[in-house]
């Protein structure tokens, strides 16, 4: 059963606190992806990678970095968490060609105090 | 203006309605269009994809797309309480394209 997993459900950080946020997928896919999803805004994209150690800006970069070593792994970090990044974060993959055939994680809800 | 519309509902049905989901757009260059049913606290999940103008079915879901009037829906026919989730319009320019451009949702209930 192809899936894309999160490290964690639900993750409880404070204020300046350095985050990872673990994704990893086992379809061969090319593309990933990390969204945050809030209530009346919507899916946003922060970052996303079309191969191994490459990686473009999404619609909300700031506060966030990425990293992909390995094709099946693509990380988010928040160097300093701050309240405002209290979010449901979403990672998803695609297959190059295959334009919004999106797989998604669950999903990890983050909570900054 | 947004570059697509999706009322946000929440919408409330009986069980057995047919239910129609809408979502407008501005880019004309969007071919791909796709509809996503997230369940309360998962990830969203591929319902339907089409391409360019026309209606796929697929059980009871149908998808409908109307490229002149930058308009598409998704029908459900004879809703059942399972369907109850968010769902998602989204789209994309090109199929090499990384982007996605999504609606925010409309939050659908099926009531028994």
């Known amino acids: 059963d192809v899936k894309v997993t999160q490290s964690s459900r639900y993750l409880v950080k404070r204020t300046g606190e350095k985050v990872f946020l673990e994704c990893v997928q086992d379809?061969?896919?090319?593309?990933m992806f990390w969204y945050r999803q809030d209530p009346g805004l919507g899916l946003r994209l922060i970052y996303f990678?079309?191969?191994?150690?490459?990686?473009e800006k999404g619609d909300i970069p700031e506060g966030y970095s990425v990293s992909r070593e390995k094709k099946e792994r693509f990380s988010l970090i928040l160097e300093s968490a701050s309240t405002n990044q209290t979010s449901m974060y979403l990672c998803?993959?695609?297959?190059?060609?295959?334009?919004?055939?999106?797989?998604f994680g669950p999903g990890t809800r983050l909570t900054v105090l | 203006q947004k570059e697509v519309e999706q009322d946000p509902g929440p919408l409330s049905v009986p069980e057995g309605a047919i239910v129609s989901l809408n979502c407008t757009y501005s880019?004309?260059?969007?071919?791909?269009f796709m509809w996503y049913r997230q369940y309360s606290r998962k990830g969203p999940e591929l319902l339907m994809y089409?391409?360019?103008?026309g209606n796929k079915e697929d059980g009871r879901f149908t998808a409908q797309v109307d490229k002149s009037s930058k308009y598409i829906s998704l029908f459900i026919r004879d809703s059942q309480p399972s369907d109850s989730a968010t769902y998602l319009c989204?789209?994309?320019?090109?199929?090499?394209?990384?982007?996605?451009?999504f609606g925010k949702g409309t939050k659908l209930s099926v009531i028994p």
């Open positions: 990678s079309y191969d191994v150690k490459m990686k």
């Open positions: 379809m061969d896919h090319e593309n």
């Open positions: 989204a789209m994309s320019a090109g199929a090499g394209s990384y982007q996605l451009t």
């Open positions: 880019n004309s260059a969007f071919q791909y």
């Open positions: 089409t391409y360019s103008s």
């Open positions: 998803a993959s695609s297959l190059f060609g295959l334009a919004g055939r999106f797989l």
